[in-house]
């Protein structure tokens, strides 16, 4: 008679379980779910660790080194999101160095300037902006906004000429006979 009242949930719920438990631990995986959700928001979670991608991408934000930003970009698709041992990344130096074509990049790349991601000490980039008394926030963002489309056409362009020197060593390559080395 209880077997009637019980269904087979999934094997982490065991065999035999009562249909209320069933339902109410279906509930609680969606509650862990929903607060996991909240909590985190869509952010993929990223390794913390020091790198030479990121020492240099420190060295091009702080040097207003524009060609650099876009090459060390250009060179990862994870340099955007990446982050020191310290929780800091591009836009946490952006900020910094109100760096305005650090954030554009940052925005013609897929990351976010505004993101509440937080460093080790618990502080979102946009926080470097804030504590200093000489960042105008608004003004910063409304000029890196206006390079983003800029940026965005030049990084294509690259990508095309490099696609196009890629295709013509190949091609080069394919005409070689192994003799020919």
């Excluded at 991608?53 to 060295?59: D, K, P, V």
């Excluded at 000029?143 to 196009?164: F, G, H, L, P, W």
Aim: proline share 3%; aromatic share 8%.
């Amino acid at each position: 008679q209880g077997e009637s009242s019980s269904c087979r949930g999934p094997p982490w719920f065991g065999v035999g379980v009562s249909t209320a438990h069933t339902a109410m631990g279906r509930l609680s995986v969606l509650f862990v779910l929903a607060y996991f959700v909240a909590a985190h928001g869509e952010e993929e979670e990223v390794e913390f660790a020091d790198t030479p991608l990121l020492s240099s991408l420190w060295e091009a934000t702080k040097d207003n080194n524009n060609d650099g930003i876009d090459r060390l970009l250009d060179s990862s698709t994870y340099a955007v999101k990446s982050r020191s041992e310290d929780g800091r990344g591009l836009a946490w130096w952006a900020w910094e160095f109100q760096n305005v074509y650090a954030l554009g990049a940052i925005m013609a790349y897929g990351g976010d300037v505004l993101s509440t991601s937080e460093d080790s000490l618990g502080s979102p980039a946009m926080a470097m902006c804030d504590k200093n008394p000489d960042c105008d926030k608004e003004a910063l963002l409304s000029k890196a906004r206006s390079m983003v489309e800029d940026i965005k056409r030049r990084k294509e362009e690259r990508e095309k000429e490099r696609q196009e020197e890629e295709d013509f060593e190949a091609e080069a390559d394919e005409g070689l006979d192994d003799d020919e080395f």
